[in-house]
Structure formats: structure tokens, C-alpha cells
């Protein structure tokens, strides 16, 4: 019984300091999300428009949150968690929503965020279930997931020379 209590103080203490969890819903991978730790889960908002994509986390779905250190950015916790969509406008969704606004960076709605939230998103709570995941012994690395946002082009040939002459100014 104590083990569980401290896995549990582990996982709020450290989802609690960290800015994003990494979230890996079933056959999806881990994607970074911001969050808040609210009433023992954390809370995340999106799949609505200028919002984070939350694909694979649908109500009842087990996913597995890593999260990390926010001084290091490596990583301290691993746990399962089930996630829960709250209703609209209710008890549990307004009191989540209302934690979730204050730390929403940019909205580009100000206070009629929540009115948007409740028409166009998807509010969760990632519950934790079960013991912790052991941490692996590799580093999981990954290459980035495909976006049309790349733009990976060669250099250009005279960007070493000029490289070099801003060196020997220097």
C-alpha cells in the first residue's frame, strides 16, 4: 500500500511541475501536450480549431503519459491513464476549464476562449490506473512525425566561406 501511495505522489508531484506530458493513445504516438493537474488527472483540451490534436484519446481509451523533467527535459514518470471526456458545461468540465484558461499561452479569443471550448473542443482527464511504467534502459528516440511544415533544403555553397570570414573578424 505505501508503494502505491508513492507512485501516486510521484506522478502528481511531477505532472504537476511539468510544462507538457508526452501522450501515446492506442497505436498513435507519443505527442506532446500541454496540460494542468487537476482533482488527481490531467487535464488536457483539443481537437477543435488553433488547438492541440488529441488523436487516439477518445473516452474510456488507455493511454501511457511520460512525463518529464521541466528543468532538464528528460524523462521522470511513466504511468497509464484512462481517459475521461467531460460534458460541456458541466460541474466536472467548467472546474477543469477554468484551471486549463490560465495557463492557455496566445488564445486568440481572450475570455470567449471557454464559449469556443465548449462549442468546437474536446476537454480529458488523463486518470492514472495501475503501477508505474518502468523506465527503459534506451532512449526511445524517435524521428519527428511527417509535417508540410519542413523545410529541410541543402545549404547554399557560399554559406561556408561566409562563415569563415565572420570567424576571422571576430
Known amino acids: ?5 508513492l507512485d501516486r505522489a510521484l506522478v502528481e508531484e511531477a505532472t504537476k511541475k511539468s510544462g507538457l506530458i508526452w501522450v501515446a493513445g492506442p497505436g498513435v504516438p507519443a505527442r506532446a501536450l500541454w496540460h494542468v493537474w487537476h482533482e488527481g488527472a490531467a487535464c488536457v483540451v483539443g481537437d477543435g480549431p488553433g488547438e492541440q490534436p ?4 477518445a473516452d474510456g ?3 501511457e503519459v ?3 523533467s521541466k528543468d ?15 460534458a460541456p458545461e458541466s460541474e466536472a468540465w467548467q472546474a477543469a476549464v477554468a484551471e486549463l484558461k490560465g495557463k492557455r499561452l ?9 464559449e469556443r471550448w465548449a462549442r468546437e473542443c474536446r476537454v480529458l482527464r488523463l486518470e492514472p490506473t ?14 519527428p512525425l511527417p509535417t508540410p511544415a519542413t523545410t529541410r533544403h541543402p ?5 561556408p566561406r561566409l562563415l569563415a570570414k565572420r570567424r576571422r573578424r571576430g
Open 54 to 57: 488529441l488523436p487516439g484519446l
Open 106 to 114: 496566445n488564445a486568440p479569443d481572450g475570455e470567449a476562449m471557454t
Open 155 to 159: 545549404a547554399p555553397p557560399a554559406l
Open 61 to 63: 481509451a488507455v493511454a
Open 66 to 68: 511520460t512525463v518529464r
Open 72 to 86: 532538464k527535459g528528460g524523462r521522470l514518470v511513466t504511468w497509464s491513464a484512462r481517459a475521461v471526456e467531460l
Open 1 to 5: 500500500m505505501t508503494r502505491a501511495l
Open 130 to 143: 495501475g503501477p508505474l511504467t518502468p523506465l527503459p534502459d534506451t532512449s526511445l528516440a524517435r524521428p
